[in-house]
């Protein structure tokens, strides 16, 4: 073999030995990533020093890039865990001081006061018990949202669910002047009852609370292939187009409702409840005629 044969065939091996590097090298860097990528999706991934060279620096780069991303997860876990601490910590301190402003506003309401007095004590227990509602609420949404209450669906008679949130609301109909029935049914749905009673009635109250005295409020079943809905449909003002994309905000308002009572939140934590059931809600409404909110659960 002459000294070009020679030269070839060391150029060939140098070009060989190049290709097996290049190769092996780029298999090392796509392994890698795949173990960076798999440690960031099982919130594990914490970065790691690397080397300048060509191929690692992608790695370098994905590294910070993760890293940043899993501090941010990290420190948006730790803000919840403030939040929640917080509310908690709120409701607490405050359960004592409520109970003692709606115990003394009671007694004075049984005093024998002027009217101008019995009707400031009226509106003093009226605030309070706004007041306890509304943390309860806010400390239900924070621990659902949270994950703190866990959720037990399972398949229910739905009837079960109308005769309680009858039971809870007859009162407040009779207060209003509003007529409040529900259809007998036998359908039934997978769904954690305590938690749905709650949901079903925040749609109910939602209704007695808008519609105007001598209304109704109906509450029916549909059975579907896959789901069971649960509507309640009132006669009361509608609520416009514009806003029923944001009505199941928290503390939502709407413009025609603003001076009535209500905190905006019961809507939120109805949907809340359902979606966490693999369920949802959804709304028909016009503005002078009606309402109808459709609570939809799975059946298996």
């Known amino acids: 073999m002459g000294a070009g044969g020679y030269v070839c065939l060391v150029l060939a091996l140098l070009g060989l030995g190049f290709g097996l590097y290049q190769w092996y090298s780029g298999r090392r860097t796509l392994r890698r990533l795949d173990e960076m990528l798999s440690a ?7 970065e790691n020093a690397f080397d300048e060279s060509v191929p690692s620096a992608l790695e370098a780069k994905l590294a910070r890039f993760l890293n940043g991303s899993a501090s941010s997860t990290r420190n948006l876990e730790r803000e919840r ?29 049984e005093g024998d006061l002027p009217p101008e007095q ?11 018990e706004k ?44 207060e209003r002047g509003l007529s ?20 079903l009635y925040n749609l109910v109250d939602n209704a007695l609370k808008y519609t105007p005295q001598g209304g109704k409020v109906a509450l029916s079943v ?10 309640v449909e009132d006669n009361g003002p509608g609520i416009p187009e514009g806003e029923q994309g944001a009505i199941f905000g928290r503390f939502y308002r709407g413009e025609a409702v603003r001076d009535q ?3 905006g939140i019961g809507l939120y934590l109805a949907r809340e ?26 059946k298996e």
């Open 40 to 46: 960031a999706v099982d919130g594990s991934f914490r």
């Open 222 to 231: 549909r059975e579907f292939e896959l789901f069971c809905a649960i509507q």
């Open 118 to 128: 019995a009707e400031q004590a009226a509106v003093l227990a009226q605030q309070g």
């Open 131 to 174: 007041l306890s509602f509304l943390i309860q609420t806010l400390v239900k949404a924070s621990r659902l949202e949270t994950g703190i209450f866990a959720m037990d669906p399972q398949v229910h008679g739905v009837q079960r669910l109308l005769d309680a949130v009858l039971i809870q609301g007859r009162q407040k109909a009779r």
């Open 180 to 199: 409040l029935t529900a259809e007998p049914t036998s359908a039934q749905a997978r769904f954690d009852e305590k938690w749905t009673a709650e949901a």
């Open 261 to 263: 009572e209500g905190l």
């Open 81 to 109: 865990e403030v939040v929640q601490t917080l509310i908690s910590d709120i409701s607490h301190q405050t359960r004592t001081p409520i109970a003692n402003i709606l115990l003394y506003a009671s007694l004075l309401a």
């Open 273 to 298: 409840v359902v979606t966490r059931e693999g369920g949802y809600i959804r709304l028909n409404s016009s503005p002078g005629q009606g309402s109808r909110f459709s609570l939809y659960l799975p």
